[in-house]
């Protein structure tokens, strides 16, 4: 034990902690166990979790419920902050779960009325706690439910939420919440959905491999209510746990009384024994006989065959395809594309998450270049079109697969046009570079310099510039694009208009200075004369589009059915 009295408080066991230490201790002055929770050295320094737990005790030390969890104290020892909390004996719903302590639907259900409730009663104070979850509901060896950690919860004149920062634990936040818009009383109707589902079906309702498959999933797919089924929820129930994880949250429950009262006609209705209607709330839907799904089937496909007969034209049409039973021809795009100036490589059709916000956009298909336009092409189209190469435009052997660099956007614009390509807009080099779960970097979500042709790769000392055009097959984006981390930032045909301060930065690098009424379009990728970007997928860099460098090159896309050089 690392301390042994604080004031009145005589500690008798260290239980466990982090950022701050927690101890069963006995109040000496009236003989009452309590539970003192104290911050630690680390906690200190670290300025976000000293604002979580004043946060903790300035918000639940105002709140008397039966089912949160009591505040006695807070105050500070030799300039650390303490709180003194109720000492509980049992188990958190999370452990409740995995250990099966709740094997029927009577004792999940009180659990949820009293949970419930204690949320009504925080809403009717103005906090939102915004971290609902099992790890956060305690359950008394008698049964009695309480909530706990306050650590996050939002009240309506005081938020330690900043700007580009995300509060809260993935599997149970609101979409609201993963794109930190508009996050109010709603996002704990969510959180209060997916707590039902696991405790109904010991299981989380979205499995993913990391926090932004998660995030990706939150956003865009529904609810599967078919283990809740198969688990003989209630049907009532089920209905309730759709409902509460609505993507809109206009359309889930006014609020927690709307949601109580659903629970206890449940729970009044199984603790009556009618057994006629207790068999009628659990019982899944009919299901149609095979028999008849067959006829169905059969008759269905009937009718797209006379379509087909009737709508389809006569002959082969070229390109590959897929037959289906119906007898209707679907195309399949190739996952590559051979063209003069290297191979492409097929970005599919479908949403994808944009931007630092994560939002959900949609985007057609279309080809990309797999690799940055190399100096061996680049003298091809010069040669061709009797375009001027870059000045100090390396002509060596040794040269010929590196990045073209110094080039304008208008030099790799009339390359595109040239190889019958265009400079991709900034929605498609995103998700050339994020694939549709919201990558941060092309090869995943960690910071790995070592990935990368970057300055800060301690494999790559004394960079001088660029290393040839995917050299580094391992950072590939889940679009086999290579090379949109470093080596050289890349060219995309996203207008931007500048502010004063940065025509005034660049004017100095520029001769004749540029003005605000140029072309501005942006830069993305980072280059190997700086350190990998953090993000490096989202962030952008707006210049003059008549700006040169030596670590800025381009790619190129084209239109799913137009045919490149």
């Given amino acids: 034990m690392q301390q042994q009295q604080l004031g009145k408080y005589k500690f008798e066991q260290f239980l466990g902690g982090g950022m701050s230490h927690v101890y069963k201790a006995r109040d000496t002055l009236i003989n009452r166990i309590v539970v003192v929770k104290i911050l630690t050295d680390s906690g200190m320094h670290d300025e976000d979790t000293k604002k979580r737990f004043l946060r903790e005790a300035q918000t639940a030390g105002a709140i008397s419920h039966e089912n949160i969890i009591r505040v006695y104290d807070f105050g500070e020892h030799e300039g650390r902050p303490y709180l003194v909390m109720e000492y509980l004996q049992g188990n958190d719903l999370r452990a409740a779960i995995q250990q099966s302590q709740l094997p029927g639907v009577l004792e999940k259900l009180r659990v949820l009325v009293q949970l419930a409730r204690a949320m009504k009663h925080i809403h009717g104070l103005g906090i939102i706690h915004r971290d609902l979850k099992p790890d956060n509901v305690f359950m008394s060896e008698a049964g009695n439910v ?28 609101a979409p609201e919440q993963v794109t930190s818009k508009d996050v109010g009383d709603k996002a704990d109707v969510y959180s209060f959905g997916i707590v039902m589902f696991e405790l109904f079906t010991g299981t989380k309702p979205f499995k993913a491999e990391n926090v932004h498959e998660v995030f990706f999933k939150i956003l865009n797919e529904p609810l599967d209510p078919a283990p809740l089924i198969e688990a003989q929820v209630p049907t009532a129930i089920v209905e309730l746990v759709k409902h509460c994880t609505e993507k809109d949250q206009t359309k889930r429950p006014e609020n927690f009384d709307a949601i109580i009262r659903e629970l206890e006609a449940v729970l009044k209705t199984m603790e009556t024994g009618d057994v006629d209607t207790i068999t009628k709330l659990t019982k899944p839907k009919q299901k149609i006989p095979k028999v008849a799904l067959i006829a169905a089937a059969i008759a269905a496909g009937l009718i797209i ?10 002959g082969n049409s070229g390109g590959p395809e897929k037959k289906q039973d119906s007898g209707v021809a679907i195309v399949e795009l190739p996952a590559r594309l051979q063209s003069a100036t290297g191979e ?20 057609k298909a279309f080809y990309v270049d797999k690799l940055e336009v190399s100096n061996e092409i680049y003298k091809k189209f ?3 079109r009797g375009w001027p190469l870059p000045e100090t435009f390396p002509d060596d052997d040794d040269s010929k697969k590196l990045p073209v660099v110094n080039v304008s956007f208008t030099d790799a614009r009339e390359f595109a046009t040239w190889a019958g390509k265009r400079i991709p807009y900034a929605v498609e080099w995103e998700k050339s570079a994020r694939g549709n779960m919201g990558r941060t ?9 070592t990935m990368a042709v970057v300055a800060d790769n301690p494999d790559l000392k004394a960079l001088k510039g660029p290393k040839p055009v995917g050299s580094f ?12 981390a470093g080596n050289v930032f890349e060219w995309v045909d996203e207008r931007v208009n500048p502010t004063p301060s ?39 860099g707006s210049i003059p589009a008549a700006y040169k460098s030596a670590d800025i090159g381009f790619r190129c896309v084209v239109d799913v059915g137009v045919k490149p050089k």
């Fill in 502 to 540: 940065l025509v005034k930065s660049m004017a100095g690098l520029m001769k004749p200075p540029p003005t605000e009424k140029d072309l501005w379009v942006q830069i993305r990728g980072g280059s190997y004369y700086r350190p990998l970007l953090v993000n490096v997928n989202v962030q952008a």
């Fill in 146 to 173: 309480k909530l706990m950690d306050f650590g996050i919860a939002k009240t309506k004149d005081l938020s330690i939420t900043r700007t580009g920062y995300t509060l809260g634990t993935p599997y149970y936040m």
């Fill in 344 to 363: 492409m490589v097929l970005v599919k059709e479908g949403d994808f998450l944009f931007g630092e916000a994560n939002e959900k956009r949609a985007q």
């Fill in 473 to 484: 097959a391992d950072s590939r984006s889940p679009y086999e694009v290579l090379d949109m």
């Fill in 382 to 384: 010069s040669l061709e």
């Fill in 305 to 314: 065959l006379l379509l087909a007969v009737n709508l389809i034209p006569r």
């Fill in 441 to 449: 970097y092309p090869w995943g979500y960690e910071h790995l310099p």
